[in-house]
């Protein structure tokens, strides 16, 4: 889905240079520029960002599960057992993949899995109740709102994202929408204006600075938490 976007504004913003232009060379520049940034540098970016978002929920959705059937089973056994059923099939794929291990090496295993600091604090927590027990819904309170907080904050970044991608797409929209006014204001000159070197310069600038803002916009957008995702 993203690769078929990245090519259709490809493709518009191609056509708008040669609507500005008449110049199949900065048509191709256009083109080809945008083309290569969006298959191989935003989709890439875009993946790493969906996939640590989902990483990170799916992470505090299993401890609040595993949390709520430790109370109600009272064992690390059956709370995982439990969990098991519900969970998806990459976390289920990596329990099947350590039968030799017990309950709480399982759960210590997991946090490569998902590698955020609150699932640390949880296996914590885990190596505490099953060394000196206690009442798991208390020993974890601090722990529980600190994963909500976390959640509400994934999903106020989230909405924050969208309305600063529709901003700026209407930024940009409006910056075409003048483009193109000027461009059919000027039409007895156009031709003369369209056949200068300078002209020509000019709209790839606007188009390279449209790629460069897109680009800086985008990496401050793929962040969670001052985390870069594209990261390893």
Partial sequence: MINVIG???AVI???LSYILTNSIIVTIIVALSFLIYFLFVFTRRFKKYQDSFKLERECYSFINNFIASL???GTINAALESVYLT???DIKNELDGLNEANSEEKIAYLDRHFRTPLYSLFTDLINVYVNEG???IKMSQNLIEQVQNREDYLLYLQSLNRSKAVEFAILYSFVIVILFALRYSLN???AIIASSLFFKIGVGVIFAFMLLSIEFFTQ???QIGG???EKN
């Fill in 7 to 9: 090519i259709f504004l």
């Fill in 13 to 15: 913003c191609a056509l």
């Fill in 71 to 73: 109370n109600v089973k």
């Fill in 87 to 89: 969970a998806n099939n």
């Fill in 134 to 136: 206690g009442d798991i």
């Fill in 188 to 190: 007895s000159y156009f």
């Fill in 220 to 222: 401050k957008m793929f």
């Fill in 227 to 229: 985390m870069q995702y």
